[in-house]
């Protein structure tokens, strides 16, 4: 069973820092990008960054050059350090890998359970 667990939500000013991490556990054959996204109320979820493999990143005009994704492959982590944060940018944030169980089983999506991130004004 393949689980995402997530970790580093809170409550910052704004202005301050967070850092999100995600642990990908369980049997995984190979695991392809890895990204964040976040939902805030009566919005729909939204990409807020990802990073493939080899490393290569994309982020949300909303958040580049204030937030920085990473990963690790030999803890089959995620990273998302989150500065110059914003009230706009209070959120639950989950986590998402795509997984290969196996190599002749197709890549599938999965998801952390989401960690809330709140920044006042």
């Known amino acids: 069973q393949v689980q995402l667990v997530e970790s580093g939500g809170g409550l910052v000013q704004a202005g301050g820092s967070l850092r999100l991490s995600c642990v990908v556990s369980?049997?995984?054959?190979?695991?392809?990008?890895m990204g964040w996204y976040r939902q805030a109320p009566g919005n729909q979820r939204e990409l807020v960054a990802d990073?493939?493999?080899?490393?290569?990143?994309n982020y949300s005009d909303s958040v580049k050059g204030r937030f920085t994704i990473s990963r690790d492959n030999g803890k089959k982590m995620v990273t998302l350090e989150m500065n110059s944060l914003k009230p706009e940018d209070t959120a639950v944030y989950y986590c998402?890998?795509?997984?290969?169980?196996?190599?002749?089983?197709?890549?599938?999506?999965?998801w952390g359970q989401g960690t809330q991130v709140t920044i006042s004004s």
């Open positions: 998402k890998a795509v997984v290969k169980k196996g190599a002749l089983w197709s890549p599938q999506d999965y």
């Open positions: 990073i493939n493999g080899v490393g290569s990143t």
């Open positions: 369980g049997v995984t054959f190979s695991i392809n990008d």
